[in-house]
């Protein structure tokens, strides 16, 4: 089958927030991260590439040159293979785990990618984020994400209101601070939520007026602050050294 230009057109537009909203659909690109989208549980819009063998082996999608590919890609360097999925329905009754990640105003797509998939790699399946967080379909958390987006669940909320309850419930809400013990000795409790602030400001009055217990990254150079992702990735180490 080859390629209607109205269909390009479409994927294309989803580089684009608002269109990827007003559809409800996004997209990923790359062999394997369009793979592991077939062989999750989201559902498939359409599928294009430029490797006809590839189209053959799962008997469907769109070939499509050079040329198309690299008008519908949102990468500097396109890849031969990019799928259209159906953003799924995601709400917090989904939510199972008593580990619960909280994302406070995390604005750069590389740093939520790279939290989504250090996440996936120890285990943490669930993050509730604050409502100005970026995107999680935005093409640059997607692609950083290197697949673990279909295995990590991912909802936004108004995250003072969802941290309180969280904290009725018995909830310790844990977060990085100067001033808290060090996090490579502290016991992660059972029922934790650790809150990751953002690049620019870090956790927010508003959320740090709710933590019930700070800690921090011990180091000795100079550096003024850690990446919010290289943050997120000790911290989890910590906390996943406890957990097993």
Known sequence: MLPIKKDLKLVKSLHQKKFRKEHGLFLIEGKKPVEEALQSTFKLHSLYSCDEAFLERFNQGILVNSKDMAQISALNTPSDYLAVLHVPDMNSAQFQSTNQILLDGISDPGNMGTILRTADWFGFNEIVCSEDTVELYNPKVVQSTMGSLFRVKVIYVDLPTYSKALVEK???????????????????????????GSESHGIRPNIESLLTQKVH???????????AGIAAGILLSCWFKIKS
């Open 170 to 196: 018995g909830y310790t809400i844990a977060g990085a601070d100067l001033d808290g013990v060090n996090s490579f000795d502290y016991h992660f409790p059972e029922k934790t939520a650790l809150v990751i």
């Open 217 to 227: 990254i011990p180091g000795a150079g100079n550096a003024e602050s850690l990446n």
